[in-house]
């Protein structure tokens, strides 16, 4: 599907990543520890290099990056399941980090999952 086929930008996703961050920072309670906003960090840390560079990475450097994020990402994706601190908003930009990551199909997947509103206007038809 075209809407599916987006480009990689990683500046991007490093900026959604920071949001989704902030995202799961406010759905856990302060004084309760939790996994997926350690794995959140992780994700923003690995992108963080990209976050003012508006020039794309070579493509193998790119692939690798993509890649590994891409892992963290899924991973994060059961952690918010587990602590069950599934939102829109995080679902959103659960989304949005994955078309960053030129993947939107399986990202769209993984929004529903992680509590994106299947109705939302914001959703790729």
Do not use: T, W
């Amino acid at each position: 599907m075209p809407h599916f086929d987006l480009p990689v930008n990683l500046s991007h996703a490093a900026n959604i990543a920071r949001r989704l961050c902030a995202r799961i920072a406010q759905s856990v309670p302060a004084d309760k520890d939790s996994e997926s906003l350690e794995q959140a960090n992780l994700i923003l840390a690995e992108l963080f290099p990209y976050i003012y560079d508006q020039h794309s990475p070579s493509s193998a450097e790119q692939m690798i990056v993509v890649s590994h994020v891409l892992d963290l990402a899924r991973h994060l994706v059961n952690l918010i399941q587990i602590e069950k601190i599934q939102s829109d908003r995080i679902g959103q930009s659960v989304r949005n980090l994955y078309e960053c990551l030129g993947r939107g199909e399986e990202g769209s997947h993984l929004g529903l999952l992680s509590g994106e509103n299947p109705n939302s206007l914001q959703r790729p038809i």
